[in-house]
């Protein structure tokens, strides 16, 4: 099995930066892409960032010019850079990962327990 934790949650002021790390670990072959998911009360779960395999990057429209989404050489650590937060950023924060576990596996979505950011205004 794979396991996802992230950190770096907590509460924030309005214009203030938060740093969100998340980690696999467990059998894990090769991940591919990984992302960062969030959702607010009352609202559906949404893509907030993701990266690919490759490098390669996008956001939700809302967060582009503020968040940067990286992840480690080792592939097994994706962050999210949160500058200029505002209230509406508010929401549990979710890392979600592709992994193959060996290589004759097919791809399989992972997801952490979520992790809570609050933005007072």
């Known amino acids: 099995q794979v396991q996802l934790v992230e950190s770096g949650g907590g509460l924030v002021q309005a214009g203030g930066s938060l740093r969100l790390s998340c980690v696999a670990s467990?059998?894990?072959?090769?991940?591919?892409?990984m992302g960062w998911y969030r959702q607010a009360p009352g609202k559906q779960r949404e893509l907030v960032a993701i990266?690919?395999?490759?490098?390669?990057?996008d956001y939700v429209e809302s967060v582009k010019g503020r968040f940067t989404i990286s992840r480690d050489n080792a592939n097994t650590r994706v962050y999210l850079q949160m500058n200029s937060l505002k209230p509406e950023d508010t929401a549990t924060y979710y890392c979600?990962?592709?992994?193959?576990?060996?290589?004759?596996?097919?791809?399989?979505?992972?997801w952490g327990s979520g992790i809570q950011v609050t933005v007072s205004s």
């Open positions: 990266i690919t395999g490759g490098g390669s990057t």
């Open positions: 467990g059998r894990i072959f090769r991940i591919n892409d």
């Open positions: 979600n990962a592709q992994v193959k576990s060996r290589t004759w596996d097919s791809w399989k979505d992972y």
